[in-house]
DNA sequence: CTTGACCTTCCCATCATGGGAAGGTTTATT
DNA sequence: AATAAACCTTCCCATGATGGGAAGGTCAAG
């Protein structure tokens, strides 16, 4: 054993495909904060200690964690996230509700973004009209005070 | 006086264009819960109580309140909508600073829609790719864990 | 044996909104 | 006049995803 201190278990486990949380995080990119945070609400399975009470990460949970952050990169909700997760480590699923989680997405995605087209398009209607110049009138006050 | 009771100034109000919080709400589009929370946080002055404590609306605050239920339906955010009503209420502004205002917002509209665009367009091509059938075999979850 | 870079938990903040409890007031209906 | 319904008040908590920061323990290297 190289072990140098009491309860040097880390430094044992480095080189063996375990690490701890501030490494995880790098390699994942999803901040040790948020990792601590999806353990806390369920999303992961509680990875386990040293004695000295550090998490100890493995290839498999960065691999987890990197599919949570790409899941999260396209949009995704924790909740959505939770339901991939459960389908991508099920061999038994069916690709049809993936992509029924998908188009779901799809769809809330394309509501979301004709909102702001919509906010968008009022706005520049109103933008158009208003001189921009030091005088007060403006109808774009006009309008909100309508 | 019709007052039949020790304190009602509300009731002697009503038809003098003062109202409580309730009609005030359903007035303007603002929910009576969102109204105190404007007053909370300075974004609308302080209205006057009865002696029973209740607040008094005057159409004027209405009219305020209506302002706010405009900015926030353009996507507005409550700190913009501040500046918005200072504008509004000071006689000598310039259009202009409204103006920059309002294109300032459209940019931020513009940098959410492409961000939203974006996740449409990565998850878009994924779906396309999957069959979405009883085989767990989907592209979609094998790009997630890449 | 100290220093600096880690780690731990815990609490607080964001942004806009709503739910709900506990309790007081006004209005309407017996 | 008594009671019930519909208000109002304040206070606390929750959302979703994230970060800041404090207080304190641990570990590697000088």
């Known amino acids: 054993m190289r072990a140098t201190t009491k309860f040097a278990e880390l430094g044992e486990a480095k080189g063996e495909g375990l690490t701890n949380i501030g490494h995880a995080a790098r390699r994942s990119g999803v901040s040790a904060k948020m990792i601590r945070h999806y353990e806390d609400i369920g999303l992961v399975h509680r990875v386990g200690r040293t004695r000295a009470g550090y998490r100890i ?84 006050l006009d309008d909100l005070g309508a």
């Open 57 to 140: 990460y493995r290839d498999t949970d960065i691999h987890t964690l990197q599919f949570i952050r790409r899941s999260r990169d396209l949009g995704f909700t924790i909740k959505e996230i939770g339901l991939l997760l459960g389908l991508w480590q099920n061999r038994r699923r069916a690709s049809a509700d993936v992509k029924k989680l998908a188009l779901k997405h799809i769809a809330d995605l394309d509501a979301r973004i004709a909102e702001m087209q919509a906010m968008r398009m009022a706005l520049t209607r109103l933008v158009d009209c208003c001189h921009g110049d030091q005088r007060p009138d403006c109808p774009i």
